[in-house]
């Protein structure tokens, strides 16, 4: 007890003795609060503060302690504040420095405060030099000139990225900053992110207008192609295959397949027959051989595939003459030829009663016809090999009151008939293949054979990818190109509407609701979500249309701008477009590529064994290729002045001449004028017009002493064309036709008039047109015929132009924590003397937020919400769909009183963390 109590005294005094010594901390270093140090990595000789709280509440005097020699000394004073801590500011010094904080024990206000320290902390000054201080994030605005980019910055720039309709395109990292536009034609916005230490910086968008190629005058054919001859002298071709060998099998209507086969010089030989099947083919009305496609395996085992009608043996005498069968037959080339002895059926092995009596037309391996149109067509491969083939319904014939009478239409909408469908089988067996939609069991059964079904007249077809673009041939109003992404999964075929609807229209088949109807099934098909919209369509015109389906531009030989376009054509329209598809399968911005001077009936598109695209003409009998030229063709009739033909529409198969007598004679006198087509042929040289005019006269305009009118009725039954391109402001044009007779006009070759445009209702027919600011393709024709005189004048007046409207936004900016982005719309009218500051404009703005959901550099587009009649506000959005994937683009819309859109430069939002398109740093 006693040693016990001597060494208690011992450490006491000890205690006493030893300044600064740990051991007159509280027992347990877990109960010392810490001590915190910034900056945690000082430098030498900078500022260091220290802080701590000490137990107990109120003031009282804390003593900074340094280890100097396994002694602490103090080195600064300070006092706690009422919550007890403790605050105190040293320089650093180099090397490792012990700091720790010491408290005695304090009287305050009648409270006894224990003795306190903190924690040891080490600090140590570094001789790091101080980093620079950042620059701020630069300045960036971009401005564009004809096909150049320019970004101007203020500021520290290393780099600037440039970015086309919210993608990126180039970076360039010396200045001057600039960048190619490679964008096709059409409106696009370019944006600039400059990039420098301090950070980045996106510049407003500014919107560019990338004009169109515009039809040459005299070609025909829109600026930077040429269409070319390639080789002649087929009679009605319907289809063509490339070989490996560079060679061309061509199809005829009649039966025949011809080779077309390059001659070592870089030119083609004249066609050579290679196999007749016209024993075998039906060749009436729109049948006959219609279809080829070669093998993916030629090279190992030389097959090639033909569709065609099947000639009857004979015709039966019970009324059924117009019912047929049809076929897809494998030949292999022997090397010279196709081997008529290899003939061996792939599909439509069951024929004749047992395959198109109505009874039977369900048959598995069948394909029955009715009349002689909307065949069996186009054949093609997948990637994987299997065989693509396009069949119509197989129900055109005449009916008392068109398609309400013909219920075999209904045909298309049933997947166990081979009628209006796209099939994918195996070349091999002709059976359906797994992955199709109704896949089942052996692929026996009609539809596991089925790809797309609820189809007119798949005519022809092609492959980009994996989508299948479908051109699907309309009715009586509207052409189609339909669109089947082969790589997405699907529990049913797509449907595509017919005979239920055409286009985005329903077809006349009086009340489909009634289940009495006989059309009662086009009721689910014109339910939301029983049949797919087309990707594009187009009205008919006069002579109504065909679509041919086409190809896509893709030879490096191609310029940039007009790359990976799709080609497409109508022979009965007789036009070629091209069009921008989108890798959802959208085809939009639609240009001309050749009009009716130079399009010659195309048929088939397909790329030749040069890598261009070829078409082939059933009008001429001819294989042409599209050509990229380095410069347009000069026009014999400048800018402004319109280059006039004259045509001849007289002769034995005049349609001035033919039995009306089915037509009602009310509209007889019509029927000659719409189906009129002026010839290819002028009948005298072009001369160029300062305007779209005919003086009266009961002459031959063209026609002269030297040269006189010979014709059967000279002075009557004729045409006349314009054509001219002509330079306008942006704005609303009224065109006013005059004339005795008929006039067809077209604007960029949008039907614009065609009718009949005398005074009986009158003086003049007017059309407003909207048009961009740039060159416009004006084109117009007249047709006469018996009347005494011909006249006709076109003229146009500017009555308005666009509306202008900005959008202000967040830009470069970031969407707010609550998910908010606010907006805020100026319009403005010039033309408007009753609203000068855009009130009544900007209150029937439009206001599109999308969100752009990035993957692999470029994006697909969700629209979020369309606010209407708003000018200032807020909009909500999300990035839930894709968490760090994702960019909001606001985008603002007028209209004024006479039709104009103008829409605003978009402006670009990023959600936090979401380092995708504009928004990427």
């Not at 500022?47 to 107990?56: D, E, N, Q, S, Y």
């Not at 061309?248 to 011809?258: D, F, M, P, S």
């Not at 089947?484 to 075929?493: C, G, T, Y």
Request: with cysteine; aromatic share 6%; hydrophobic share 40%.
């Amino acid at each position: 007890m006693v040693r016990a109590l001597l060494t208690s005294l011992l450490v006491a005094v000890v205690v006493l003795q030893t300044t600064g010594s740990d051991a007159a901390a509280p027992s347990g270093s877990a109960a010392r609060p810490t001590v915190s140090v910034s900056p945690s990595s000082p430098r030498v000789g900078e500022a260091v503060r220290l802080r701590t709280r000490l137990p107990g509440d109120g003031r009282r005097p804390v003593r900074i302690e340094e280890s100097v020699a396994g002694r602490w000394v103090r080195v600064a004073r300070t006092r706690t504040d009422r919550r007890g801590v403790a605050r105190a500011e040293l320089v650093a010094t180099a090397g490792p420095v012990r700091y720790r904080f010491r408290a005695p024990a304090h009287r305050s206000g009648g409270r006894r405060l224990p003795a306190a320290v903190s924690r040891v902390v080490t600090v140590t000054g570094t001789t790091t030099p101080a980093p620079e201080p950042l620059p701020p994030p630069p300045g960036v605005t971009v401005a564009v000139e004809g096909r150049t980019i320019t970004a101007t910055t203020t500021g520290r720039a290393d780099r600037v990225r440039f970015l086309v309709d919210g993608v990126a395109v180039a970076e360039d990292p010396v200045p001057p900053w600039q960048a190619d536009l490679t964008a096709a034609s059409g409106t696009h916005d370019v944006v600039a992110r400059a990039i420098g230490r301090g950070g980045s910086t996106l510049s407003e968008a500014v919107l560019v207008d990338v004009p169109a190629p515009v039809i040459g005058v005299d070609s025909g054919v829109a600026d930077g192609f040429a269409i070319e001859k390639v080789q002649g002298g087929l009679s009605l071709p319907t289809s063509a295959a490339v070989l490996p060998s560079g060679a061309v099998l061509v199809t005829e209507k009649a039966g025949l397949v011809q080779a077309v086969e390059p001659t070592g010089e870089g030119g083609f030989a004249p066609p050579r027959e290679v196999l007749d099947l016209r024993d075998l083919v039906r060749d009436e009305g729109d049948a006959g051989l219609t279809g080829i496609a070669v093998d993916p395996g030629f090279t190992d085992n030389g097959y090639v595939y033909l569709a065609h009608v099947l000639a009857d043996p004979a015709d039966p005498a019970d009324g059924t003459a117009d019912r047929h069968s049809q076929q897809v037959a494998r030949y292999t080339w022997d090397g010279d030829a196709l081997d008529p002895s290899s003939r061996t059926v792939v599909l439509g092995s069951v024929t004749g009663p047992g395959c198109w009596a109505d009874e039977n037309v369900r048959t598995p391996d069948c394909l029955p016809l009715r009349g002689d149109a909307h065949t069996i067509g186009d054949l093609g491969f997948d990637a994987a090999g299997r065989l693509l083939v396009g069949v119509g319904d197989g129900s055109l014939y005449l009916t008392s009151n068109g398609v309400r009478g013909r219920l075999e239409t209904l045909r298309a909408q049933d997947p166990q008939v081979l009628a209006g469908k796209v099939l994918r089988i195996d070349p091999a067996t002709g059976r359906g293949v797994p992955g199709n939609p109704a896949y089942t069991g052996d692929g026996s059964d009609n539809a596991s054979r089925v790809l797309a079904l609820g189809l007119r007249n798949p005519f022809r077809f092609g492959l980009q990818g994996d989508l299948l673009m479908i051109g699907e041939v309309g009715e009586g109003s509207a052409e189609e190109v339909d669109v089947v992404d082969l790589a997405a999964s699907a529990a049913a075929p797509a449907n595509f509407g017919w005979p239920c609807r055409e286009g985005a229209a329903a077809t006349d088949l009086g009340d489909v609701d009634d289940p009495e109807s006989p059309w009662h099934a086009c009721a689910a098909v014109r339910a939301d979500g029983g049949a797919r919209a087309p990707s594009y369509s187009y009205p008919h015109a006069t002579g109504g249309g065909s679509v041919t389906g086409g190809t896509v531009l893709a030879d490096p030989a191609y310029p940039t701008g007009t790359r990976g376009r799709y080609v497409f054509g109508d022979y009965a329209q007789n036009r070629i477009w091209t069009a921008h598809l989108a890798v959802d399968g959208d085809v939009t911005g639609v240009e001309v590529l050749a009009d009716t001077t130079a399009a010659e009936g195309p048929v088939k598109f397909l790329t030749g064994p040069d890598g261009l695209v070829w078409t082939l003409s059933i009008y001429t009998g001819s294989l042409r290729r599209i050509r990229p030229t380095a410069a347009a063709t000069p026009d014999r009739c400048p800018e402004g002045s319109f280059r006039r033909t004259f045509h001849d529409l007289d002769g034995a198969d005049s349609v001035f001449d033919l039995d009306l007598d089915q037509v009602d004679p009310a509209w007889r006198w019509v029927y000659p004028y719409t189906a009129a087509q002026l010839p290819a042929e002028p009948l005298a040289e072009a001369t160029c017009e300062a305007g779209i005019r005919l003086e009266p006269t009961s002459g031959s305009p063209w026609a002269g002493a030297e040269h006189p009118d010979e014709r059967a009725h000279p002075g009557d039954r004729f045409g006349t064309a314009w054509r001219g391109r002509v330079d306008l402001a942006a704005g609303t044009y009224r065109f006013s036709v005059r004339s005795g007779e008929w006039v067809r006009l077209w604007v960029d070759d949008q039907v614009v008039h065609d009718f009949y445009a005398g005074s009986f209702w009158a003086a003049s027919r007017d059309h407003d047109v909207v048009l961009a600011d740039g060159l416009h393709a004006v084109r117009a024709e007249l047709v006469h015929g018996d009347v005494a005189n011909a006249s006709a004048e076109v003229t146009w007046t500017r009555t308005g132009g666009p509306p202008v409207v900005a959008l202000a936004a967040p830009a470069n900016g970031y969407v707010a924590a609550t998910g908010e982005v606010s907006f805020t719309i100026a319009a403005s009218d010039p033309d408007d003397a009753d609203d000068p500051d855009g009130t009544v404009l900007a209150d029937g703005a439009e206001l599109a937020v999308d969100f752009l959901h990035y993957s692999g550099g470029t994006f697909h587009a969700h629209p979020v919400q369309r606010v209407d009649g708003v000018v200032a506000g807020t909009v909500q959005v999300s990035d839930l769909h894709a968490p760090g994937a994702g960019v909001v683009r606001l985008r603002a819309t007028v209209t004024d009183s006479s039709g104009i859109r103008s829409t605003s430069a978009p402006v670009y939002v990023c959600f936090p963390g979401a380092a995708v398109g504009p928004c990427a740093p």
